[in-house]
Structures are given as structure tokens and as C-alpha cells.
């Protein structure tokens, strides 16, 4: 069954970093763009920052630009996050993604995903 499990959120003081992973289990990540997205409290979910696996199309959010970097290590089949000068309005539940590149996918706007099952995500709360 592929699953994706995230770990490495909890509370950082402002300006702090923090590096997000995302470990896959039954498939293998090297074949599938990746993503990830975050909510909130009272917003709508909102990609920040996406790969797609064949070209290497990237989308990042002007919000993160410059403060968070997204990769991954196909060796671990694991995905990451860092996070970086991390602020008040970074707070909120963080979730990883990966799909074909049909489901997935960067645009200049923004990261579409064309799913629907979203897994727990991971809490970041940034707050002195």
C-alpha cells in the first residue's frame, strides 16, 4: 500500500529552521514528482512548493521563495523540506505529495493536484 509519512514539524521560535521529510513506502519516489502543501488555521490549503519528476518543472511560492527548499533522495525515498528565518505566518499543518506528472503538476501559478486523499500532514507552529 504507498503511503507517505511526514515528520520532523513542532515549534520553532521566529527566524528558526526546521527540515520537514516525508518517507514513502510501497512505491518508489524516483518515479513521481513531489509536492508540498500546507493549511492554516481558518485558510485554504495552498501548494508551496512542487517538482515535476520528468522535466524538473518547480513552482515555489513567492511566500517561501528564498526561505524554503524542496528535494528529495531517491536513495532514502524520502522527500524534504527546509525550512528556513522561519515566521508567524508559516504556521500550519504541512503535507507531502507525490504523483504521476499528469496529477501533479507546477504551473506558474501555483501546484495542482488533482487528488483528493490527504494524509495526517505535520504541525509547524512558529511562535516565540
Known amino acids: 500500500q504507498a503511503q507517505l509519512v511526514e515528520s520532523g514539524g513542532g515549534l520553532v521560535q521566529p527566524g528558526g529552521s526546521l527540515n520537514l521529510s516525508c518517507v514513502a513506502s510501497?512505491?518508489?519516489?524516483?518515479?513521481?514528482?513531489i509536492g508540498w502543501f500546507r493549511q492554516a488555521p481558518g485558510k485554504e490549503r495552498e501548494g508551496i512548493a512542487c517538482?515535476?519528476?520528468?522535466?524538473?518543472?518547480?513552482y515555489v511560492s513567492d511566500s517561501v521563495k528564498g526561505r524554503f527548499t524542496i528535494s528529495k533522495d531517491n536513495a532514502k525515498n524520502t522527500m524534504y523540506l527546509y525550512m528556513k528565518n522561519l515566521q508567524p505566518e508559516d504556521t500550519a499543518v504541512y503535507y507531502c505529495?507525490?504523483?504521476?506528472?499528469?496529477?501533479?503538476?507546477?504551473?506558474?501559478?501555483?501546484?495542482?493536484?488533482?487528488?483528493?486523499?490527504w494524509g495526517k500532514g505535520i504541525l509547524v507552529t512558529v511562535s516565540s
Open positions: 510501497g512505491f518508489n519516489l524516483d518515479k513521481y514528482g
Open positions: 517538482v515535476s519528476n520528468r522535466h524538473q518543472r518547480t
Open positions: 505529495v507525490a504523483d504521476d506528472d499528469r496529477t501533479l503538476v507546477p504551473t506558474t501559478g501555483g501546484c495542482y493536484y488533482g487528488m483528493s486523499d
